[in-house]
């Protein structure tokens, strides 16, 4: 007779940061709004000047959070998961 496989393990349950996503979510939002503001007023420069900071910011910013800090969490999650085993 056909035996029934076993159920897999259910995936481990991650933490969000919900928080920190809309606090994210609101400081691009604002920062684009004011380079948008700028551009009627005449400030071309200064708008194309704060876009490129914008730009390479972002860069920056996910160099640290997907570069770093991304690996540094994947590197414990696996150490946990051979403790485990």
């Not at 928080?19 to 604002?30: A, H, S």
């Amino acid at each position: 007779m056909l035996e029934r496989p076993p159920q897999p393990p259910d995936p481990p349950q991650r933490a969000s940061n919900s928080l920190l996503t809309v606090i994210m979510v609101l400081v691009i939002g604002t920062v684009c709004s004011g380079t948008l503001l700028m551009l009627p007023t005449g400030a071309i420069g200064s708008a194309l000047v704060f876009g490129g900071l914008l730009f390479f910011g972002m860069i920056g910013f996910h160099y640290v959070v997907w570069g770093r800090w991304m690996t540094r969490v994947l590197r414990e999650e696996a150490l946990q998961e051979e403790q485990d085993d």
